[in-house]
T-cell receptor, first 111, second 112 residues
């Protein structure tokens, strides 16, 4: 089955700096890659996603890149703000349809 | 509005007891998923339904776990003879094939 690895597990950045979270996946058949943000005690919420026919996608301060050949994808957050502090999860979907999640990155934005 | 209502929000039970959770999608969705999340980990897939048919079950889903979606709308997840290792957040999600999954607020289970 699919295996998703995520790094780093914790990340601290100064407010205004950029944050980058990286994930790798094992199943070359995976074709959909969402990112979720989870605040303490709350549900995971989708923040951006990318499909395998696209190399990059951007939504305001958030961007995701995908390298199918290397089987890795990354989340980029620019001009970080304190409210960006949360746990971020990457995930990959196999053609079977279910999501396999990474182990999460605790992002802390320091004021 | 999450699009998915889960009940109860919290459940505390003693080891060996049976528990049942409910998931109600607010609107019709063909696919309904159950995930489990333990502290510090990402959600883990348990099972999913296409309408009323349970199409896939994870190896994580022991024979103490059973899920149903009798009319293709709401779903229930039952855990029999609970163990302390069952303590987790149980998340229900709706979504389509290779499209975003939207999670409910979850049921937090504590087994004492």
């Amino acid at each position: 089955g699919e295996n998703v690895e995520q790094h780093p597990s914790t990340l601290s950045v100064q407010e205004g700096d950029s944050a980058v979270i990286k994930c790798t996946y094992s199943d070359s058949a995976s074709n959909y890659f969402p990112w979720y943000k989870q605040e303490l005690g709350k549900r995971p919420q989708l923040i951006i996603d990318i499909r395998s026919n696209v190399g990059e996608k951007k939504d305001q301060r958030i961007a995701v890149t995908l390298n199918k050949t290397a089987k890795h994808f990354s989340l980029h957050i620019t001009e970080t703000q304190p409210e960006d502090s949360a746990v971020y999860f990457c995930a990959a979907t196999t053609p079977g349809g279910q999501l396999t999640f990474g182990s999460g990155t605790q992002l802390t934005v320091l004021p | 509005d999450t699009g998915v209502s889960q009940d109860p929000r919290h459940k505390i039970t003693k080891r060996g007891q049976n528990v049942t959770f409910r998931c109600d999608p607010i609107s019709e969705h063909n696919r309904l998923y159950w995930y489990r999340q333990t502290l510090g980990q990402g959600p883990e897939f348990l099972t999913y339904f296409q309408n009323e048919a349970q199409l896939e079950k994870s190896r994580l889903l022991s024979d103490r776990f059973s899920a149903e979606r009798p009319k293709g709308s709401f779903s229930t997840l039952e855990i029999q003879r609970t163990e302390q290792g069952d303590s987790a957040m149980y998340l229900c999600a709706i979504g389509g094939y290779n499209s975003p999954l939207h999670f409910g607020n979850g049921t937090r289970l504590t087994v004492t």
